[in-house]
Structures are given as structure tokens and as C-alpha cells.
């Protein structure tokens, strides 16, 4: 049986027309009147629900019809987009494609969409900040080449045609552009481009993602400027020196050079003792002015190594031959061991190798009061290699060390005497200059390293371990090579030679026409290049000994006049000096490049000018015949 307060609202209106339903069970007449009457209420019930849903169906139909064709077709696709689903993670859940506008609209970067023909069809939000804009609207359907400064659309045109035509590496690459702001100012932007394709896989534009990257832009033009600017101080720095030196030199080299003749004069014992200090501070003097600037490379780099073979016991001779005084004066023992070296040539920079146990010995000497200071050259073998087709040249490490008796280094200060300013409150030794500094440094560049070894009370040892390429010889009747340092006169060639020499230093002139007669020669002096190019015309001359940087016409200049044979009568092919303060280490490549046929540095040295001249004339001294070299 139904219970009618299933049924409340029916209920209601029966209680209302027939009253209380009494408790107690109706007539069989009674009751079959109520039901028809129920039934007959519940059918008109059903039948008005569902003719109100047909008229709400219709309604709303309608409504729909109505309304779309009031909206735009860009607004139907946004509605159709907003209540669309679309299937991620597998089917596992939906998202609505509203959440990717979110998501484009949030993002840091902008977006922005172009047509095939280069005009803005789309941009996001972010384009506001980006370019300065008040609203998206003055941007669409702009061409992108009017944002972009000039600099920029060539190199923007080539890389947008470069992806239409899809070549390879274009789709995705991070190109930087500058753009303009509203306000006219700049900004720069990446941008990493893809293709957009319709269904049938036509291009119908272009999606960019800009990157605001003016920062990282600002930043790489401060480090630029402050680079050239480094590099521009540097180069006047390197100038300055350069100068400097020229300008300490050319007075030295008159000092020097006088010294050297004094020091063959007849004097005493006592004289002799004078001149030769005097002439080992000026060479101390001229030691300090190249350490200087061969710093002043080390810090821009530029410190090289020029190869050539010699006799490694050549260098030890030298120095133990000039280092000898020094010993007897401050009562110190000096000794070398080095002839595990003596039958043997070796491929390397003989000056820098000089440079280097000169500064080591010269530290030692510096630093011991009493004892001695040692010299040892040792040989650590390694693996032969083939150099030419008739000799084997072999790797040979040549393990250096100088050891004093002095003062000694504390062991926590070590790593500072290889600084070039050493605190005045550190217990290292003091004044120790750049010499070990560029000592490490050519060390470095030649393959090997540097290291210090100390006992504070007992001493010091400084190694230097450098591989060499070597060649075995056997010096001529094992006779001991001389040395060009040794205190002993040049003796005067066979023939005399007609030699013109160009400078504009009056001491200078005096120098070298005094060098040049106690070697047998004669000169004639000039002061320019001028000068040297009208002597040529009126009389000959054997060879020319001419200083670089002179008045009205230098010496680059001149020797490029005679090379071309600008001046009749002339050999083209004569020998040609360049005399130079600069003395930077390399130049002679250049002076040959530039006409010289050789190239000598100032101070000059009186063997070092007979040995040059000598090498072109194949003149022998009285003396050079009874030497190995």
C-alpha cells in the first residue's frame, strides 16, 4: 500500500478538501472514491512537470540560438575553449584549457605570435613591461621589424627566413635582439622561435619566447669596457716601460761602455779593483731595468721563449767567472758542479737560462754572510725522442739547485718570496725584487717549475728542474770554453773595415768610435738617418752600425732607403747594425723583417760587438784563434 507522506505536497491538498484522514480503516466505497481522486491528480501532476520541461527546453534552445549569433567568433572560441576538457596524464585526469592561460599568463617570458609575413598576430600580457606599452592592442598587428633597432633587423630577417625555410639548427636557437620601448629607450630581448603548422602541415606562423636579458646585457658591456680599458692601461704601461727604459739605458750605455774601455787601460791593481765594481754595479743596475719589464710581461703574458742550441757550461763559466770577485770580496767559497752538462748541447733560451741562475746566485750572495753558496747541474733522464734524420735528440731534465749558508726562510714564508711585495712585518728575506718571481714564470714556460727548500739558521736551496732536448758533442781538444764575461781585452782583427755609425747621443758616437779602434777598425759618425744616407752617396763603407730611433729620419726608415737601393752607388745587400735601448727580448725577428742584418743591444758589450762584427766578415782576432769559440 502507498503511504501518502511519501508524497507531502499531495497530502497536503487532501488534507485540505477532505479533512483529517481517520485513523481507523474507511468503507471499501470510501476508499476506491479517494483513490480515483489521487490517481487522477497524480497524472495531472506528471503531465504538467513534463510539459514544463518541453517549455524550458524551448527556452533555452532559444536562448542559445539567440545569443550566438550575437557573439563575435573569437568570443565563441573562447567560451567553446573555457568549458572544453581535454585528457592528460594518460586519461588519468582532466584539466580545463583555461588552467593554460593561467599559465601563459603568469609565465616570466613573453609570447609572441607572427604571421608568415613578419606581423604580430598574438602576445601575451608580459609584452607591457617588456616594451613599455600602455595596452596590447598597440602592438597586434604591427610589424615586428618596427620595434627593432637597426642593428638588429638584418641579422632578425635572416634568422625568420632561416626558420620558415626550416634549416637545420634554426628551430629553437636562442637569438638576442634589441628592441625599442615606447619611450624610445632600449631593450633586449632572447628569442627561441618554433614553427606553427595547421593540420595540414602548412606554416601559418611563428611562436617566439622573448627573454628580458637587457641585465645580463648592461652587465657583458661594463666587462667589455672595463677589459679595453685594462688592455689600453696595460699597453701604456708596457710603453711607459718600454721608454723608461730606453731612457735609463742610453745613459748606462755610455757608463758601460767607458768602464770597459778603462778596464783595458794600463792601471794599477787598485784602479783595476775600482773599475771592475763599478762595472758590476751598472751590469746589477742593467739587471734590475730588464726585470722590470720582463714583470711587466709576465703580468700581460707576453713573457716568450726563444730556442736555439748551445753549450749549457758556456752559461756556467760565464757566471762562475763573474760571480768569482763578488765571492772573494764578501769572503764566501763558491762552487760549481757542472760537468755532467759539459758534453752536451741543448735546445733552449740561453739568455732566459742565464736570467735564471744569475737571479738564484745573486739572491744567494745577497742574503749569506759567511759559508759558501754551491751551484749544481744534475742530469734526470726521460725517453728519447727522434729529431732529425742523421741525430737523436734526447728529453733531458736538467735538475738546477743553489744552496747559501744563510740566514735561511721560515718554513710558514716560503710561498711569499715568490710574492712580488712582501710585507715589511714577514720574516722573509727582505728586498727580494721580482727576480724569483720571473725566475718561476720562464721556468713554467719552458716545461718545468721552481721550488724552495730552507732550514731558518742553516740555509737555503732553490731547484729548478727544466727538460731540455739534447744533443751529445765533444768539445774540441776537451779544452774548457772561454767565457765572454772574462776580464781580458779584444784584440784587434787582422784587417781594419770602414765602419759609418749613426746616433744621435754625442757619448754614444764617442763610445762606439773608441770600441770600434781598440777592435782596429775606423769610423765615420753621423747623427741621423739622413746624414747616414748622404755618407753612403759620397764614399763606401764596409758596414753601418745605426741606432734606431734619431731624428729627422730614424733608422727604420734608412735601412729600408738602402734595401731598396735608393741610394746609387749603394749594395742593397750591405751589412746593416741595429743598435737599440729597448733590448726587448724577440726584437731581432723584427729588425730582419724590417732590413737589419743584425741587431745589438745597448749598453753595448765590447766582445758582444767584435763576435757580431767578426760573424760577417769571418775575421779572426790574435786571441779568438787560440779559443774553442
Not at 599568463?105 to 607572427?114: E, T
Not at 615586428?144 to 626558420?163: C, D, G, H, I, T
Request: glycine fraction near 6%; proline fraction near 4%; charged fraction near 25%.
Amino acid at each position: 500500500m502507498l503511504s501518502f507522506t511519501s508524497f507531502s505536497p499531495i497530502t497536503t491538498v487532501l488534507q485540505d478538501n477532505l479533512g483529517a484522514v481517520p485513523e481507523r480503516t474507511a468503507d471499501p466505497g470510501q476508499l476506491a472514491s479517494l483513490c480515483e481522486n489521487v490517481a487522477n491528480l497524480w497524472i495531472a501532476a506528471i503531465i504538467g512537470f513534463l510539459a514544463g520541461l518541453g517549455l524550458m527546453y524551448w527556452l533555452l534552445r532559444t536562448y542559445r540560438e539567440t545569443s550566438s549569433k550575437k557573439l563575435s567568433n573569437e568570443q565563441v572560441k573562447s567560451a567553446e575553449a573555457d568549458t572544453a576538457f581535454c585528457a592528460v596524464d594518460s586519461g588519468l585526469k582532466l584539466h580545463s584549457l583555461g588552467h593554460y592561460r593561467q599559465l601563459v599568463d603568469n609565465s616570466p617570458d613573453s609570447l609572441i605570435v607572427f604571421d608568415p609575413e613578419g606581423s604580430i598576430t598574438y602576445v601575451s600580457p608580459q609584452c607591457i613591461s617588456l616594451l613599455g606599452i600602455s595596452s596590447l592592442e598597440e602592438i597586434i598587428c604591427t610589424r615586428f621589424s618596427q620595434w627593432l633597432v637597426p642593428e638588429s633587423r638584418e641579422n632578425a630577417k635572416k634568422n625568420f627566413q632561416a626558420l620558415l625555410n626550416e634549416d637545420v639548427g634554426a628551430t629553437g636557437a636562442a637569438e638576442d635582439y634589441a628592441l625599442f620601448r615606447q619611450d624610445g629607450t632600449i631593450v633586449y630581448g632572447s628569442f627561441r622561435s618554433v614553427l606553427l603548422k595547421n593540420d595540414d602541415g602548412q606554416v601559418v606562423g611563428v611562436l617566439s619566447n622573448v627573454r628580458d636579458v637587457s641585465e645580463r646585457k648592461h652587465m657583458e658591456q661594463e666587462l667589455r669596457q672595463a677589459k679595453e680599458a685594462a688592455e689600453i692601461a696595460s699597453r701604456y704601461k708596457s710603453e711607459f716601460l718600454s721608454n723608461m727604459s730606453h731612457e735609463i739605458r742610453t745613459p748606462l750605455h755610455g757608463v758601460l761602455g767607458m768602464l770597459q774601455l778603462l778596464q783595458d787601460a794600463n792601471l794599477d791593481e787598485e784602479n783595476h779593483r775600482l773599475v771592475r765594481t763599478a762595472l758590476a754595479s751598472g751590469k746589477s743596475l742593467l739587471s734590475i731595468i730588464s726585470d722590470v719589464l720582463d714583470f711587466s710581461k709576465v703580468e700581460a703574458g707576453k713573457l716568450e721563449i726563444f730556442y736555439a742550441h748551445f753549450p749549457p757550461c758556456k752559461i756556467f763559466e760565464e757566471l762562475q767567472v763573474f760571480f768569482t770577485p763578488l765571492a772573494v770580496q764578501s769572503g764566501l767559497e763558491l762552487h760549481f758542479s757542472v760537468d755532467a752538462w759539459r758534453p752536451y748541447l741543448i735546445n733552449s733560451d740561453e739568455s732566459r737560462l742565464r736570467q735564471i741562475l744569475y737571479n738564484l746566485l745573486s739572491n744567494a750572495f745577497k742574503y749569506t754572510r759567511k759559508g759558501k753558496v754551491s751551484v749544481n747541474a744534475e742530469i734526470v733522464p726521460s725517453s728519447p725522442v727522434a729529431f732529425e734524420e742523421e741525430q737523436e735528440e734526447t728529453i733531458v731534465t736538467m735538475r738546477l739547485s743553489v744552496s747559501d749558508t744563510g740566514s735561511g726562510v721560515p718554513i710558514e714564508d716560503i710561498d711569499l718570496v715568490f710574492e712580488p711585495v712582501v710585507s715589511e712585518n714577514s720574516q722573509v728575506r727582505q728586498s727580494t725584487g721580482l727576480g724569483l718571481v720571473i725566475c718561476r714564470k720562464i721556468a713554467e714556460l719552458m716545461g718545468g717549475h721552481l721550488w724552495i727548500e730552507s732550514i731558518v739558521g742553516k740555509g737555503t736551496t732553490v731547484f729548478c728542474e727544466i727538460p731540455f732536448q739534447c744533443i751529445e758533442y765533444e768539445p774540441a781538444g776537451n779544452a774548457v770554453p772561454q767565457s765572454c764575461l772574462q776580464d781580458r781585452a779584444a784584440a784587434p782583427a787582422e784587417k781594419g773595415l770602414h765602419v759609418l755609425v749613426a746616433d744621435d747621443n754625442r757619448v754614444n758616437r764617442l763610445l762606439i768610435q773608441r770600441m770600434l779602434k781598440k777592435l782596429g777598425h775606423q769610423s765615420y759618425l753621423v747623427e741621423d738617418g739622413l746624414q747616414v744616407l748622404e755618407a753612403l752617396e759620397k764614399e763606401s763603407f764596409d758596414l753601418v752600425l745605426m741606432d734606431i730611433q734619431m731624428p729627422v729620419m730614424d733608422g727604420r726608415k734608412a735601412a729600408s732607403a738602402i734595401r731598396q737601393g735608393e741610394v746609387a752607388g749603394v749594395d742593397p745587400e750591405l751589412p746593416i747594425i741595429a743598435l737599440t735601448a729597448h733590448a726587448l727580448k724577440g726584437e731581432d725577428t723584427v729588425f730582419l723583417e724590417q732590413g737589419f742584418s743584425a741587431h745589438l743591444p745597448k749598453p753595448l758589450d765590447l766582445r758582444d760587438l767584435q763576435e757580431t762584427i767578426n760573424r760577417f766578415f769571418n775575421l779572426k782576432s790574435k786571441e779568438s784563434e787560440n779559443s774553442t769559440y
